[in-house]
């Protein structure tokens, strides 16, 4: 028996751009109209996204260190009581 994988590579930008792209895929994928709608308006009517979209572009300009990003790892798997290799 052989199992297909599906494609898991999604266009963002394109499905994003409008609705009918939206729901197309949606629809393509049975995800039923009024799920797919409260989903539509979930991830496209965002109060502040200007203010978000800056306090992130802000954040992500400059890049930690591979030491910072390593000491950030190794605290959030000890919140997590993960064992990290040293």
Not at 7 to 12: A, K, N
Not at 13 to 39: C, E, M, V, W
Request: glycine share 2%; proline share 9%.
């Amino acid at each position: 028996m052989v199992c297909k994988i599906p494609e898991l590579t999604v266009d963002w930008q394109h499905l994003l751009t409008s609705p009918g792209n939206f729901y197309q895929h949606t629809r393509a994928k049975s995800i039923p109209d009024p799920l797919a709608h409260l989903l539509w308006q979930a991830i496209t009517d965002v109060p502040k996204a200007d203010t978000v979209r800056l306090e992130l572009d802000l954040a992500l300009s400059q890049p930690p260190t591979l030491d910072e990003f390593t000491t950030c790892v190794r605290i959030l798997g000890k919140a997590f009581h993960t064992e990290l290799p040293a």
